[in-house]
């Protein structure tokens, strides 16, 4: 037998308590773990109730790095105590074995009759999608290694059914099709691009959460007032103007859109997944598109 295609691995903390109880929390989980994934050339993770489950197309002794960077960072972004540590780690035979592999972590909530987490922000399904711009490398490793695994079926794990991705904006070509969104979407703005920067909220002065404020102000568009947008984010008026001015890298405003999209359709504000206010529909880029200051 050859050696395996990757390794699918469990972790937990050592007194099992829930990993990630609240969206921020699952936030700075998702952040931990794409921190250290590129070097094992993470494809998929899901963290539901008490555990982690990640599957990884690296060698065997880049498993053990991986994990020991998760936990550590995993404790220091969620100020849990408790160690963690690896429940098992399985070889992934064979293509086959990888794909299925796949499929099976990101139906973990489905698995366990969960559905505490809808948007996925404790998995990397944003990332594949481009509806998060924090591990971008995540959907490039499942071009490589996966390429039967389409958008379709990925936009389908998140419950919206056929043409998900579509209605999500994640096509390659087209423009939005849609009336401008309802003025009770906007409101959901704001969380939308939190969660496609993985952060808990967008005040303050760090590079993403400001990179998460022009993207949202892009995502907007003009038909919003600035008044109204500077009441949104907590920013003044000649910053809305100033971040309008200044040109947003595509992926960044897609990502935005896409999570504010699916917000919105969740929340049953129309029939199907409503567009935000017109304008072209950023193609999805499969290289991702991480923040810029």
């Not at 849990?80 to 690896?86: E, G, L, V």
């Not at 591990?135 to 389908?156: K, M």
């Not at 907590?234 to 896409?258: D, H, K, M, N, S």
């Amino acid at each position: 037998m050859g050696a395996p295609l990757g390794w699918h691995i469990g972790l937990r903390l050592a007194d099992d308590r829930v990993l990630a109880a609240t969206p921020g929390e699952r936030r700075l989980l998702a952040r931990a773990v794409l921190q250290h994934g590129e070097r094992a050339r993470l494809v998929a993770f899901r963290a539901v109730d008490t555990h982690l489950h990640a599957e990884l197309l690296c060698e065997r002794d880049e498993v053990a790095h991986f994990a020991r960077g998760v936990g550590r960072a995993m404790a220091l972004a969620l100020r849990r105590r408790a160690a963690s540590h690896t429940s098992f780690v399985k070889p992934l035979a064979d293509q086959r074995h990888g794909q299925s592999t796949l499929r099976y972590i990101l139906a973990q909530e489905r698995h366990h009759g969960l559905d505490s987490d809808p948007f996925h922000e404790a998995s990397n399904l944003p990332d594949l999608l481009g509806l998060r711009v924090v591990g971008p490398y995540t959907a490039r490793v499942l071009a490589e290694a996966f390429p039967r695994i389409g958008r379709d079926e990925l936009a389908a794990a998140l419950g919206l059914g056929s043409g998900a991705a579509a209605a999500l904006g994640l096509c390659r070509s087209g423009a939005d099709a849609g009336p401008d969104a309802d003025p009770q979407d906007l409101g959901l703005l704001e969380d939308a691009a939190a969660a496609a920067f993985a952060l808990t909220e967008l005040r303050g002065r760090t590079p993403e959460a400001v990179a998460a404020r022009h993207a949202a102000v892009h995502a907007a568009g003009c038909a919003v007032p600035v008044r109204q947008m500077a009441e949104l984010l907590g920013a003044g008026e000649r910053t809305i103007e100033r971040l309008r001015a200044q040109p947003c890298a595509p992926g960044l405003v897609a990502a935005v859109r896409g999570q504010w999209r699916l917000r919105a359709g969740s929340r049953g504000v129309s029939r199907g997944v409503r567009p935000p206010p017109s304008g072209p529909s950023e193609p999805f880029d499969d290289e991702g598109a991480p923040w810029r200051e």
